[in-house]
């Protein structure tokens, strides 16, 4: 199947728009606002600087889709994760944009000329279809075969983001806390009980500490973090109360958006706009692509995307990772009183909740009274959670 085809394929499964709707209201992305403007008197939707601005943005952040053609993973026969591969490359993505922030920073923007810079390059490197390139989808699935990871089969978020974790975890207890490919803490977000069916996550922040201080082997009190939460929020579909939760994550600073998309088809959710998200779609077919990390003039067009695209919120799999990157203390501090004050707005429903201690008797009491009340807004025995 030619990449034309497939994806025409995708577009009738993710039921997605190649241009934004003509909305005034202001885009979010990754934690940065953009501004649309109105012209006077026709009301049509002006390109201004702030459209362009979030353009330049958006098509810099990095693109990770199937690929053809690689080496084949293990012991297997497959050179290609066309129709399996999505959630993989999903998170691909979203790790790759915490790379980018920790190293180049937030308002980095792809350079029109080469020389590239090599940091940049470096982080395409990382993610090379080979076992050579240490966050290749072929490190993945060997790091992930305790979570029933394996080539040709679909994989939801919970698993990816533990498989995350073992691969991390692994590359640092092999090569130590000085080796820099993956400069931060790991911290995959869980309710009181581990597992899909755990709870409500809490993000716990001396859990938080602990795994900081375990990531440099006590050399620093706090280091880099990247944080993610699977969440289910809901049956077929997210609960609507949700939804306004969901789209309030992307106003963080410490934002790296959501791994989701429809069911079977997962995306890299990055900005919002009214009810509607934007992503980038990981289900166009190219040709595999090792990039050596020294070669500045590198060809990495096939790494970006210049076509906008969104879908409805509402539309989202319910089975989905929200991921922050927090660059030190400061900053995770600053998003415990964000998620804390997002927890507030909805009485008994929220994505997740901030304690100090996971064990602390007032915590505990707190999160009981959150599910009481969630089951009393729901008129139901049945809560979200329980999928969890």
Not at 318 to 326: E, H, K, M, T
């Amino acid at each position: 199947m030619n990449g034309g085809s497939m994806r025409r394929i995708q577009e009738r499964v993710l039921g997605y728009k190649s241009n934004i709707s003509n909305s005034v209201s202001d885009i979010w992305l990754l934690g940065v606002c953009y501004k649309v403007c109105l012209e006077e008197p026709s009301q049509e939707v002006v390109h201004s600087k702030g459209y362009a601005a979030f353009s330049e943005d958006f098509s810099s952040r990095i693109l990770m889709t199937y690929r053809k053609g690689f080496v084949s993973i293990g012991d297997s026969k497959y050179s290609s994760d066309v129709n399996w591969g999505c959630m993989l490359r999903s998170s691909q993505m979203l790790v790759a944009q915490a790379l980018l922030v920790y190293r180049l920073g937030r308002s980095w923007r792809k350079p029109l000329q080469q020389p590239f810079d090599r940091d940049y390059i470096k982080i395409l490197h990382m993610f090379g279809d080979s076992e050579d390139s240490p966050f290749s989808i072929h490190n993945l699935l060997k790091a992930g075969e305790s979570y029933a990871l394996a080539p040709g089969s679909w994989v939801g978020p919970y698993a990816m983001s533990r498989t995350w974790e073992t691969l991390v975890r692994s590359k640092i207890e092999k090569d130590g806390f000085q080796d820099q490919s993956f400069p931060m803490a790991i911290y995959v977000v869980s309710g009181d009980e581990d597992g899909e069916r755990g709870g409500a996550p809490v993000i716990c922040i001396e859990d938080a500490s602990r795994i900081c201080s375990e990531f440099s082997r006590n050399q620093v009190e706090w280091s880099p973090i990247l944080l993610l939460v699977p969440l289910v929020l809901g049956l077929d579909k997210v609960n609507p109360r949700y939804l306004p939760l969901l789209a309030a994550t992307f106003t963080f600073p410490q934002s790296l958006g959501i791994l989701g998309g429809r069911p079977g088809a997962s995306t890299y959710l990055v900005g919002v706009q009214d009810d509607k998200v934007f992503y980038l779609d990981p289900h166009e077919v190219q040709q595999a692509v090792n990039i050596s990390k020294d070669n500045l003039e590198a060809d990495t067009s096939s790494y970006h995307c210049n076509v906008v695209r969104q879908i409805p919120l509402e539309s989202i799999d319910p089975s989905l990772a929200i991921g922050f990157y927090c660059r030190d203390k400061d900053d995770f501090d600053d998003f415990c009183s964000r998620a804390s004050e997002l927890a507030a707005e909805l009485n008994g429903a929220p994505l997740f909740t901030v304690t100090q201690s996971r064990y602390s008797p007032k915590s505990s009491r707190s999160h009981e009274a959150d599910l009481d009340a969630a089951d009393d807004a729901e008129g139901s025995t049945q809560d979200d959670w329980q999928l969890l």
